[in-house]
Each structure stands twice: as C-alpha cells, then as structure tokens.
C-alpha cells in the first residue's frame, strides 16, 4: 500500500475483480485458491544464490531455513502477473462493485460488531472508522478474501522470474525481516499471487513502515481472524501519509450550466468558496463548506456525475494511487453512515444501455434458466455466458455481448 501499489497489482480499480455477483465480482486483490507449486531447477537455483544474498544482508540461517523450506515455484503466480487485464470499467460499474448492496451490508454489520475497537483506533489515529471499514471492505471484503498464497513461495517466485526482478527481491527481503521479527510464522504467512498480505492487503515493504501491534501482544498480526491489528494499520498508514480528521474525502456536486471543464482535475485546487462563486453547489443546491482547498473531478465526463474532492481523497490516493479507487473508498464509507447513492446521471454505455437495462437483462435471462449468478448490472464472466448460452439456445450469433435488442427479445 503506497504510491506504486497499482503498479504492483494491477491496481483494484483496473484488475483484481474477481466472479461474484452479476460477472463482474467483488473488490479484492486476495487470491481464493492456493497455486500448485512445480519442480524448476533453475528457480531452486535462483533460491539457493538469494539466501546467500539474503544472509548477507542480515537474515539468520534459521530464518531462512523455515521460510524456505517448503517453498516451491509457482507457474499461476507468473500467468497472473502476465495476465493482469486492464478492466476499462465506468465509474458507474465500479461502483457497483465497491458499494454494492452486499458490500454495505457486510459493512454495516463489521461497524456493528467492531464498532468498540475501530473507535479506539479512530481515537489514537484520528481516522474516521467508516473509511477504515471501506478499505478493509474494497481490499479483502471484510476479511473473507484475505488470499492463501505462500508469500514467499509467491514473491520469490515473481523475483526469479525477473521481470520486475529488483522490486520483487525488495519485498522478498523485507517478507524475510518480517519473519525474523516474529510478526507471524512462516506457515501463517499467506496472501495475494502479488505478495499483498491480511485485511487489508499489505505488501511487506509497507507492513514494515506502518504496521502496528495495536492489541499489545508483541506481534503486528494482520493474518489473523482478529483484523484489529490490520486495520490500527491502515488508520497508522493514513495518519502517516496526511490524514485530518474530519475533513470528507469529497463530496458529490452540481456544476453550473457552461462550467468550464477545463479547470477540473487533481491539478487545480481552489477554497470552497471560489467554487461556489462560479456556480459549483453540493446536491441540495447549497454551498459546499470550507473543508479547505479542493478540486473537481468529473470522471465519466461533463455529462457523469462531479466531485469536489478534498486533501483527504489524495490520502486515500497513497493507499492505491487510482481515482476509481479512491472515490470507491470515500463512496462506500459513505454509504455506511446511511447517505445515499451516486445521483448524478451516468450516460448509457456503448451498446446504449443504463445500468438499469443490465440489471433487467441479468434479471430475466436468470429467470429463464441462464443463471447470471447476480444481478448487479455489471456485465462480466458469468453474465457473458449466460448470454452467450441464450443466445446458442434460440439461434442467434453467439456473441456474449449485451444489447437493447437482446433485452426486448426476452422481454
């Protein structure tokens, strides 16, 4: 978690979605199924050349031992980061995702039965307990896709590979340091195919610099079931990296009729008050208040939903340096206090369909046997085969694709 984790994998608002619901699946980097490692002499030689590089770089003979020792070459890892599609998904899909009604619900209820220790840690931090719950929600689903991995098994398998050889051995090293420590055991020590580990998916560089043993047991434990000490962390990783408390992450607008786009974007900062001389109100027609300096994001465009965006949303920026992100994180922590959806205006997709449209296509082609498995409206694997076994069922081209045409047809 800093500014180069989307680099690392693939960035949650552009990969990392995985089936669920609708096709499209929740958010989460966590892996759901452990890899299969193989026999490579070459990698075995790659190990045997690293821990004695490893040792010279002050790892003990017996941590290397433990961690090493049912270590073994992981081909899926290396398909995986070869593979990492870049989703062009719309705001709107994403959030569909991120704040969809299974995620506030399971956020809801973690605020309930957490709600005493995440006070606490909004109490040391300063970082307001619904956004922690966000990132906890968006990067593992509340814990329940935290990964099975081997990290070191995974990481070294990424650093023999080479490709981004020198940051994967950085974070091999400082997996090795977190070991050493007696954070966690070699066994426990699990996470993504990328090395991102706990609730709250650390890569151990970052684990090192912001994670903390908020429970008082001597360890910083965040593979545990317990997920305090994983989310006092990424509080800690908020308040180091800015965070000031009580000022929002943004808040949705209204931009006036000829408001000039061109000074939209994180680049231009101006007071609240600036904003609303030129016309920029929140969604009750008021005037934003002064949580100090801040900019307007239009991301679908000038004919999508605006966002004054605060200091607060470049924070949740160094968390996972994407937009679709950041604006997931602050829509969803939103949507735990009981505000309401998005209300800007989403334009049809390519095909000519509102989210709403979908929603009506998943609904019916499941009502008819084709099991798209939710009904969220995003369009993804399970939704494009059950198109695609309709359409092989009436004659039609076999396409997967959704269309208005479609959708009268099952109508």
Not at 12 to 25: E, F, H, P, R
Not at 126 to 151: C, F, N
Not at 176 to 192: N, Y
Request: with cysteine; net charge positive.
């Amino acid at each position: 978690m800093h500014v180069s984790r989307r680099s690392v994998l693939g960035g949650i608002a552009a990969a990392a979605l995985t089936g669920c619901s609708g096709g499209a699946g929740s958010v989460g980097n966590a892996s759901s199924a452990a890899t299969r490692a193989v026999p490579n002499p070459a990698f075995d030689a790659w190990v045997a050349s690293f821990r004695q590089r490893a040792a010279a770089g002050g790892i003990s003979q017996a941590t290397l031992d433990l961690a090493f020792r049912r270590v073994g070459y992981l081909p899926d890892v290396i398909q995986k980061d070869r593979n990492q599609t870049e989703f062009n998904r719309t705001l709107e899909d994403y959030l569909a995702i991120a704040a969809s009604d299974e995620r506030i619900r399971m956020g809801k209820t973690a605020l309930r039965q957490h709600g005493s220790t995440l006070s606490a840690i909004e109490g040391r931090y300063g970082v307001e307990q619904q956004i922690v719950t966000a990132i906890w929600g968006l990067e593992s689903k509340y814990g329940t896709r935290r990964g099975d991995i081997p990290v070191i098994s995974s990481l070294s398998t990424l650093a023999f590979d080479g490709r981004r050889g020198v940051f994967m051995e950085k974070q091999l090293m400082a997996a090795l340091r977190i070991l050493q420590k007696g954070d966690v055991t070699s066994d426990r020590m699990v996470g993504s195919w990328a090395g991102a580990m706990g609730h709250t998916q650390f890569i151990p560089t970052s684990f090192e610099a912001f994670a903390v043993d908020f429970t008082g047991d001597g360890r910083r434990d965040i593979w545990s079931d317990n997920p305090t000490d994983a989310l006092a962390s990424t509080a800690a990783y908020l308040k180091r990296n800015g965070w000031r408390t009580g000022q929002p992450w943004g808040v949705e607008v209204r931009l006036p009729q000829g408001f000039s786009t061109g000074q939209t974007g994180r680049g231009t900062r101006r007071s609240p008050d600036t904003w609303a001389a030129q016309g920029v109100t929140d969604m009750t027609g008021r005037a934003v208040p002064n949580h100090g300096s801040a900019s307007i994001l239009i991301p679908e465009g000038p004919r999508g939903p605006a966002f004054m965006v605060f200091g607060n949303f470049n924070v949740i920026l160094r968390y996972n340096n994407a937009e679709s992100y950041a604006i997931g994180v602050g829509h969803l922590s939103d949507r735990l206090l009981g505000r309401p959806p998005i209300q800007g205006s989403f334009a049809p997709d390519a095909q000519g369909m509102t989210i709403d449209d979908r929603k009506e296509l998943q609904r019916r082609l499941t009502a008819k046997g084709f099991d798209t498995e939710g009904a969220d409206g995003v369009i993804g694997a399970n939704s494009e085969a059950a198109i695609s076994a309709y359409q092989r069922s009436v004659g039609l081209p076999v396409t997967g694709q959704p269309s208005l045409d479609l959708l009268k047809r099952l109508r």
